[in-house]
Each structure stands twice: as C-alpha cells, then as structure tokens.
C-alpha cells in the first residue's frame, strides 16, 4: 500500500470588508428562504393525523347529524313549550291561593265553604299537574 501525500492549500483570507458583504449576503439568502420553506411545511398535511380525521363525513353521517340537529331542535322547543305552561299554570296557582286565602278569612274560624274546598282541591290537582311537568324529561338520543 502506498500512501500520497496531500497538499493543503491555503484559503485566502478575507478582509474585514469583505466578510461583512459575505455575511450579509448569506443572511438576505437566508431570510428569502424562510418563506419558502414555510410555505412548503404549510403545504404538507400533518403526518401524526389518523386519516379518519381529516375525511368528510358520507351521506349517512350527514343524514345522521342533519337528524340530531332536528331532535336537538324540537327538544329544545318542547322544553320551551312546557317552561311556558309551568310558569302560567304557577301564576293560575297563585291566582287560586289568593283566593282561597281570601274566602278562608272571610269565613268564620270553625267553618268552611264548599267553594273553599273546591278551590282547595283545584289548586291541589294543579300543583299536582305543575309537579309532574316539572320532573318529566324528554330523553334525546
């Protein structure tokens, strides 16, 4: 095995002036490359995404969503609708209590009217009424 020898040739040096334009030059190439290579990353989608992510969902799913969005809907509107039944059946209870607050106290203290009782068995079926529209919930899937 024979070895050769390798001459080293000296690089020239670079004066002070001329290193700064060499500098400058490198950094203004540096600073054009970044948005290209922004763009470029950009432009790739992420590789950690599980594909199912990223597909649009097919008629089925749609027609799926586009159902739970009108149950949601008419959950929300029956809600509605029996939040506005209990508040005026509660102002009718209201309206009863009074009344029978006042009758009782016109009458004497050992005796009630029928129309007290009647009044008392009405306000007890309406509250009755109120109770049970209150705790009924509508299960939506």
């Known amino acids: 095995m024979k070895l050769h020898e390798v001459q080293l040739t000296r690089l020239p040096r670079l004066t002070w002036p001329r290193a700064r334009k060499v500098g ?17 990353l950009l432009q790739n989608s ?16 749609q027609e799926r969503m586009r159902q739970q969005k009108e149950s949601q ?6 809600n509605a609708l029996r939040k506005k039944q209990v508040s005026e059946e509660t102002a009718k209870l209201l ?5 029978l607050k006042d009758e009782v106290d016109k ?19 309406l ?5 049970q529209k209150m705790t009924v ?3 939506s899937n």
């Open 137 to 139: 919930t509508a299960i």
């Open 24 to 40: 400058v030059f490198v950094g203004l190439v540096a600073v054009a490359t970044i948005p290209l290579v922004g763009r470029a």
């Open 46 to 61: 992420p590789r950690n995404v599980p594909e199912f992510l990223n597909r649009l969902p097919d008629t089925n799913e």
């Open 127 to 131: 509250a009755r009424s109120i109770k």
């Open 73 to 78: 809907q008419e959950l929300e509107a029956t």
């Open 95 to 99: 309206k009863l209590a009074n009344d």
């Open 107 to 125: 009458t004497g203290k050992d005796t009630l009217s029928l129309s007290a009782i009647r009044k008392a068995e009405a306000i007890e079926k």
